[in-house]
T-cell receptor, first 115, second 114 residues
Framework: AQSVTQLDSQVPVFEEAPVELRCNYSSSVSVYLFWYVQYPNQGLQLLLKYLSGSTLVESINGFEAEFNKSQTSFHLRKPSVHISDTAEYFC?????????????FGTGTRLQVTL | DGGITQSPKYLFRKEGQNVTLSCEQN?????MYWYRQDPGQGLRLIYY???????QKGDIAEGYSVSREKKESFPLTVTSAQKNPTAFYLC?????????????FGQGTRLTVV
């Protein structure tokens, strides 16, 4: 079984400040890792993903995440946030064991950006 | 535009009633999923389907039922057996059930029991 822990339920930050949203996972096999973003009353959108290869992955809007196998982490970072980044962020994990692989989500981190 | 359409956006149900949430996709995806979202609990998998006429229970299937008669449609019925149905329901699809496949989500249906 796999699980995801997002330790911070809420992260308040001022605009243009850096931010880190933490994600730790547990799994006995190799995993794939994802960050999804959800704006109020909306569905989830994929922000970035780690499948293999380079451990640092980037999104088109300035977010990045680094896969750290030894620490079983996949923290999300942005050097300078904008008001429009206010949303809920979900870390998720999946693998290829068995005949069905499905996403296991963390409980989410609400990022609140203020002026 | 390709995507996933969930309807209705808001749904109110009286206690003891069954209700059906619609989910349609035109992405030609094989796999479809239903998740339930509650505040502070993330998303939990209700049912998923890999192919037409086949579906599997997820982690919290009790009180729910699904069908997959067409590739593009995966409706979810919330039955009267579901003790606490008030939640935000999200439908998703992916090209396959492999773990490295991105899931695409609909805009959700907010169900409230009155």
């Amino acid at each position: 079984a796999q699980s995801v822990t997002q330790l911070d339920s809420q992260v308040p930050v001022f605009e243009e400040a850096p931010v880190e949203l933490r994600c730790n996972y547990s799994s006995s096999v190799s995993v794939y890792l994802f960050w999804y973003v959800q704006y109020p009353n909306q569905g989830l959108q994929l922000l970035l993903k780690y499948l293999s290869g380079s451990t640092l992955v980037e999104s088109i809007n300035g977010f990045e995440a680094e896969f750290n196998k030894s620490q079983t982490s996949f923290h999300l970072r942005k050097p300078s946030v904008h008001i429009s980044d206010t949303a809920e962020y979900f870390c998720a994990v999946s693998d290829d064991t068995g005949t069905a692989s499905k996403l296991t989500f963390g409980t989410g981190t609400r990022l609140q950006v203020t002026l | 535009d390709g995507g996933i359409t969930q309807s209705p956006k808001y749904l109110f149900r009286k206690e003891g009633q069954n209700v059906t949430l619609s989910c349609e996709q035109n992405l030609n995806h094989d796999a479809m999923y239903w998740y339930r979202q509650d505040p502070g609990q993330g998303l939990r998998l209700i049912y998923y389907s890999q192919i037409v006429n086949d579906f599997q229970k997820g982690d919290i299937a009790e009180g729910y039922s699904v069908s997959r008669e067409k590739k593009e449609s995966f409706p979810l019925t919330v039955t009267s057996a579901q003790k606490n149905p008030t939640a935000f329901y999200l439908c998703a699809s992916s090209d396959s059930l492999r773990g490295n496949t991105e899931a695409f989500f609909g805009q959700g249906t907010r169900l409230t029991v009155v």
